[in-house]
């Protein structure tokens, strides 16, 4: 006699508790390293140059959903505190900025939730223009939260802080968010590397625009001036934005700003001494123009490409 009983759909594992704690012990170092290399940046009495953690945690979750479960927001969380109890914070002024930069990423984790999933992977002309909305909306909230502190922490007013965390986390965001979130799959490497374009170099063709980049980021360093270190390195992103694929473009975007923060901190650029907040504010804001021009002409070219017949 044949038993009727038939089995229950096979449902998808469950995690389990080592996957949990690999995860978000990822998670915290992640956050952790990221803070202290923000906190480097930091001049005395001064906000940091480069605040990473926000937009590197933001860009996990929405990269890897799995990661934003209760043990990952307590990570990044945890791992905020640790990294500004390391540099002899006060407790006050450490629970202040950790809640305020987790309130940034909570907003822009929201946000980017109410979005379509093809504009969380930048596949659309306009997914650069609401990936724009969505950071200013995340560092808007980041910064009403924390700017009562700037009082205390770097004896500015809290019109000022507000507006040096905004234009700071801002720049942040809209330099590191599109790399995060164009990571192609992991399964999708092999077939990427083996492919001479949109994303690999292999064709001689496909190689000029990288070399140009280098050649007139040398050329910006011997001239020397602010000018020709971000317009001429400018010109050949552009034209690599035309040429690569989009999580290409935010690879060489992201360097680009870096290249540039380094020599800000170096004291090369001139950027920040001497300067009053008006003038570092203006400067961050069209450092964040000029990180959007190739973004935005990558996801155009890249749509473009892929609804060629």
């Known amino acids: 006699?044949?038993?009727?009983?038939?089995?229950?759909?096979?449902?998808?594992?469950?995690?389990?508790?080592?996957?949990?704690?690999?995860?978000?012990?990822?998670?915290?170092?992640c956050a952790l390293l990221a803070a202290l290399l923000g906190i480097l940046t930091r001049p005395h009495g001064a906000l940091a140059l480069f605040w990473p953690a926000n937009a590197l945690l933001l860009g996990l979750f929405?990269?890897?959903?799995?990661?934003?479960?209760?043990?990952?927001?307590?990570?990044?969380t945890a791992g905020l505190c640790i990294a500004d109890l390391i540099v002899e914070s006060t407790m006050l002024s450490t629970l202040w900025l950790t809640s305020s930069n987790m309130v940034g990423i909570a907003a822009?984790?929201?946000?980017?939730?109410?979005?379509?999933?093809?504009?969380?992977?930048?596949?659309?002309?306009?997914?650069?223009l609401r990936l724009l909305v969505i950071s200013i909306s995340a560092a808007l909230a980041g910064a009403i939260a924390g700017a009562?502190?700037?009082?205390?922490?770097?004896?500015?007013?809290?019109?000022?802080?507000?507006?040096?965390?905004?234009?700071?986390?801002?720049?942040?965001f809209i330099a590191i968010l599109p790399?995060?979130?164009?990571?192609?799959?992991?399964?999708?490497w092999r077939e990427l590397l083996r492919s001479p374009a949109p994303y690999g170099t292999r064709s001689k063709g496909n190689l000029l625009p990288l070399l140009s980049l280098c050649v007139l980021?040398?050329?910006?360093?011997?001239?020397?001036?602010?000018?020709?270190?971000?317009?001429?390195?400018?010109?050949?992103?552009?034209w690599c934005a035309a040429r690569y694929s989009v999580f290409s473009?935010?690879?060489?975007t992201l360097a680009f700003s870096l290249w540039l923060m380094t020599f800000a901190w170096s004291g090369q650029l001139n950027l920040t001494d001497g300067m009053q907040v008006s003038q570092i504010i203006v400067m961050r804001l069209l450092a964040m123009l000029i990180l959007m021009l190739p973004l935005l002409i990558?996801?155009?070219?890249?749509?473009?490409?892929?609804?060629?017949?």
């Open 1 to 29: 006699m044949h038993s009727t009983h038939t089995n229950p759909p096979h449902d998808p594992t469950p995690p389990t508790e080592w996957r949990i704690a690999g995860e978000t012990i990822l998670v915290f170092c």
């Open 62 to 76: 929405l990269r890897w959903p799995r990661l934003a479960d209760i043990h990952g927001w307590l990570a990044a």
């Open 108 to 128: 822009g984790y929201l946000l980017c939730q109410m979005q379509p999933s093809i504009h969380r992977k930048l596949a659309q002309p306009s997914s650069m």
């Open 148 to 172: 009562g502190s700037a009082p205390f922490i770097i004896g500015r007013s809290s019109l000022a802080g507000f507006s040096l965390w905004f234009s700071n986390e801002l720049l942040n």
């Open 179 to 188: 790399a995060m979130l164009t990571i192609p799959d992991p399964s999708r």
């Open 217 to 238: 980021a040398v050329l910006g360093i011997h001239i020397g001036t602010p000018e020709a270190m971000t317009l001429l390195p400018l010109l050949a992103l552009l």
């Open 249 to 252: 473009t935010s690879l060489l």
């Open 298 to 309: 990558s996801t155009h070219s890249a749509f473009q490409r892929t609804s060629q017949p």
